[in-house]
């Protein structure tokens, strides 16, 4: 089952903050991040296992909710290199695929 | 360390003929996944091999799509015959553990005319 993306779109000036979500209906076994830009590989961000959990690098980070059903991802002070589109990617515990979001397209202007 | 590399980059084809698609995981990477992205829709799950052998292929949407992985190093993926809503962008990712990272190759965009 795919989760659900939201928002489809933001656009930011250098500076500002965004805030990504991602939900499933049901609980998850993990919840991962990527960025892709435009022509190139998805980029792997982070993963979060466990309900409460708070992760993040440089200024971009996420958490993941106790019940383990909805995961947010943090853009700080956006830099021009953040843009891209962001997908999340939710695995169940009872396989090993990931099902991905429609995705959100970031735009970052100076 | 190389990443995960797929070949070729694009593909035009025209409706009827058989392309195969190439992935080269990362060294090491046991687990291979094909993902496949249609132009609007999500990222959708096609297979999943643990070495050689297919642990899922749960996404594979009819008997025109054929994977292997001979060896348990790179992959193919293979449309015969190949049809108009089969255009799409696919992906290959490789993992070293089973619910580990999954990291993502660059994509072959096909399209079928």
């Known amino acids: 089952q795919q989760p659900v993306q939201s928002p489809q779109a933001v656009i930011l000036r250098e500076g500002e903050d965004a805030v990504i979500n991602c939900s499933s209906s049901k609980a998850l076994y993990s919840v991962h991040w990527y960025r892709q830009k435009h022509g190139e590989a998805p980029v792997f961000l982070m993963i979060?296992?466990?309900?409460?959990e708070q992760k993040g690098h440089d200024k971009i980070s996420a958490s993941f909710n106790e019940k383990k059903q909805q995961s947010s991802l943090y853009l700080t002070a956006s830099q021009l290199s953040y843009s891209g589109t962001y997908f999340c990617g939710t695995e169940m515990g009872n396989d090993y695929k990931l099902s991905f979001g429609a995705g959100t397209t970031v735009t970052v202007r100076a | 360390e190389a990443g995960v590399t797929q070949f070729p980059s694009h593909s035009v084809i025209e409706k009827g003929q058989t392309v195969t698609l190439r992935c080269d995981p990362i060294s090491g990477h046991d687990n291979l996944y094909w993902y496949r992205r249609v132009m609007g829709k999500e990222i959708k799950f096609l297979l999943h091999f643990v070495k050689e052998s297919k642990q899922d292929e749960s996404g594979m949407p009819n008997n025109r799509f054929l994977a292997e992985r001979t060896g348990g190093t790179y992959s193919t993926l293979k449309v015969q015959p190949a049809e108009l809503e089969d255009s799409g962008v696919y992906f290959c990712?490789?993992?070293?553990?089973?619910?580990?990272?999954?990291?993502f190759g660059p994509g072959t965009r096909l399209l079928v005319l």
């Open positions: 979060l296992l466990k309900g409460g």
């Open positions: 990712a490789s993992s070293q553990e089973t619910r580990g990272t999954q990291y």
